[in-house]
């Protein structure tokens, strides 16, 4: 039982970064349907960013953190603006690649500017262990729990009270009627992609204090098992990006805890694919008839 | 047959014929040296593993982005038989082996996933070729992560040449023959399709199927060239390569593939000298490439003997 609990909260904590990651990449996804390849390098400068003002100009936690989400959410508006919106009318698989190209840009930019070693995350919050009920956790895992909550309630409150947010989910039903009733599309576009890139931002610092290494190519494997938890949570759904990101990260833990860490990247993917057969929308998703 | 038909085909098998001799001639004089003929046959390789996914992706119209499992499979069985069976009778029995193994997963993924659509079913194959990946990966007889080495070389670039020549004949007739012209009908309206009589899963899956079966090939091929192959060869980064490569060059044209196939392989080749930028400019050429001209380098464009012959015999018409 203890060990149960034990590996539910290692799974949380894991799967609070993967809920933050997954939110960007079904908000962008719901309003222009791309899946945005370079999400996981958003996560990855965060978690640069983070290192480098933490390095430098010894800054606490809460202000790496607010910092690497305001830098990470402009990375995401510039890149949105030069890369994507030059492709707003074009096949779908066109943006693809170019999310990909982008996806390499940053990548291996990062490897050429600052090298492709693994660096140790500057322990800016130092690690000590609660232990109750012969359950341990640490203040790190409270901490990545406790921000990311905030996070997404805040996140709830912008989709749902602000303006904006408001926007954002007309322009994610209709584009053009949105457009008709006085909204940009395009700045809509934009505030999506801040939105989503500061979170990701936030996940990357998060994860450089739980893991304590950072490297250039740490995005890809978190980026694509984040989607995967976007899918499975149904996409284009902000619940289910959390809730798919949790599942996704419990899962992980869980299958890792009875002794089959080889095989738990092939076990995210069974259930990716069992879900997706029986709820071909997701958990949350909306299923759309197919009409004649 | 009519005499047009034959005169085109009489004109591709002579290209076939004067680029091998061309190839064998320039290695001869000593043009093409170790690295170029490494170029070439990478180049060679990717021609069959592209086509057969735009024959899934551009003519079927289903994204998939696990063939990279499926190249995986091929490259394995050649792998594990070349090791027991060091002969070319072996090489040609691995190939068909890596084949049928393909066929058969090919089925077994495509039954389930290919009733979804769009980047649910992309999503679906990425997972299916991990999950090949992660197998590969535990398994005993693939040798773990470490993978398999020393493996003997029986595919040298006429090798290579011969099956590109082989595996594009058969993708592009299927492509233009009455099953190519069902799934083409899928893709564009799945139920209007199935109205006059097609019935979509058979189509579906029988392209996807041919697809998988090229990339086992172009898989085997690969071993038993490079001589070492491990279960990262073949991430989804892999996938996602043979993926730039179609759109690259025009999702649907299959000369496009070739073109974009080519230009990528030689840019990667130019770009070796660079180090670490090479990336770097590989990433901003793909950008600015696909923000220029979205529907890839030759869009649906098709390269056509009989079209040229055509043209040619109007001219001659005309001044008669």
């Known amino acids: 039982m203890h060990t149960v609990l034990q590996q539910v909260i290692n799974g949380l904590s894991l799967g609070s970064i993967y809920a933050l990651l997954a939110l960007g990449y079904t908000m962008v996804y719901g309003i222009i349907k791309l899946i945005n390849f370079a999400h996981g390098d958003i996560y990855m400068l965060g978690a640069f960013w983070g290192y480098y003002v933490i390095n430098t100009y010894h800054v606490d936690f809460i202000v790496a953190l607010l910092s690497a989400m305001i830098v990470t959410a402009l990375a995401g508006m510039i890149i949105e603006y030069l890369a994507y919106r030059p492709l707003r009318n074009s096949p779908r698989i066109t943006a693809l690649i170019t999310a990909i190209g982008v996806s390499y840009f940053l990548e291996n930019g990062m490897s050429y500017l600052f090298g492709a070693n693994t660096r140790n995350f500057p322990q800016v919050v130092k690690q000590h262990n609660f232990t109750a009920l012969g359950i341990s956790i640490s203040n790190i895992q409270v901490l990545i729990l406790v921000t990311a909550l905030i996070l997404m309630i805040l996140l709830q409150l912008i989709i749902q009270k602000t303006k904006m947010g408001t926007a954002m989910r007309a322009v994610a039903v209709d584009q053009e009627a949105a457009a008709l009733v006085g909204i940009n599309p395009d700045h809509v576009i934009s505030f999506t992609f801040g939105l989503g890139s500061a979170l990701a931002g936030a996940a990357g610092v998060l994860i450089g204090l739980y893991y304590n290494s950072i490297d250039p190519l740490m995005g890809m494997t978190p980026g694509i098992k984040a989607f995967v938890a976007a899918v499975v949570g149904g996409i284009g759904s902000v619940p289910g990006a959390a809730v798919g990101g949790f599942l996704i990260g419990l899962l992980e833990t869980g299958v890792q805890a009875i002794g089959l860490s080889a095989y738990k990247d092939a076990a995210v993917y069974v259930v990716l694919i069992l879900i997706l057969i029986v709820l071909p929308a997701g958990l949350l998703g909306k299923n759309v008839k197919e009409k004649v | ?320």
């Open chain 2, 1 to 320: 047959m009519t005499k047009k038909k034959l005169q085109a085909i009489a004109c591709w098998l002579a290209v076939m014929i004067v680029g091998f001799v061309l190839i064998n001639a320039l290695v001869y004089v000593g043009v093409i040296d170790a690295f170029i003929e490494n170029m070439l046959v990478t180049i060679g390789i990717n021609i069959i593993l592209a086509t057969g996914l735009n024959l899934i992706i551009g003519f079927s119209g289903q994204f998939s982005l696990g063939h990279a499992g499926f190249m995986a499979v091929g490259a394995y069985a050649t792998g594990i038989i070349l090791q027991a069976m060091p002969t070319t009778v072996g090489f040609f029995v691995s190939i068909v082996v890596g084949i049928a193994i393909a066929i058969v997963v090919a089925i077994i993924i495509g039954i389930p996933t290919l009733r979804l659509s769009g980047d649910y079913l992309a999503i679906a194959t990425m997972g299916a070729a991990e999950i090949i990946r992660v197998v590969i990966n535990n398994m005993k007889v693939t040798n773990g992560a470490a993978g398999l080495f020393n493996i003997p070389q029986f595919a040298t670039w006429p090798v290579v040449y011969i099956f590109v020549c082989l595996t594009t004949a058969v993708i592009v007739n299927f492509a233009h023959s009455r099953a190519g012209r069902a799934i083409q009908a899928i893709r564009d309206d799945e139920i209007a399709a199935e109205a006059v009589g097609i019935n979509p899963t058979k189509w579906k899956l029988a392209a996807f199927v041919l697809g998988a079966s090229t990339a086992a090939v172009a898989g085997s091929l690969h071993a038993s060239y490079i001589q070492t192959i491990a279960p990262t060869d073949f991430g989804i980064m892999n996938s996602i390569a043979m993926l730039i490569i179609v759109v690259l060059g025009g999702v649907g044209s299959m000369t496009g593939t070739f073109f974009a196939a080519v230009v990528l392989g030689v840019l990667d080749t130019v770009l070796q000298s660079f180090g670490t930028l090479r990336m770097v400019i590989y990433a901003v050429a793909l950008i600015v490439i696909m923000v220029f001209k979205p529907t890839g380098l030759l869009g649906r464009y098709e390269f056509s003997f009989a079209r040229v012959l055509d043209r040619f015999r109007k001219k001659k018409e005309d001044a008669a």
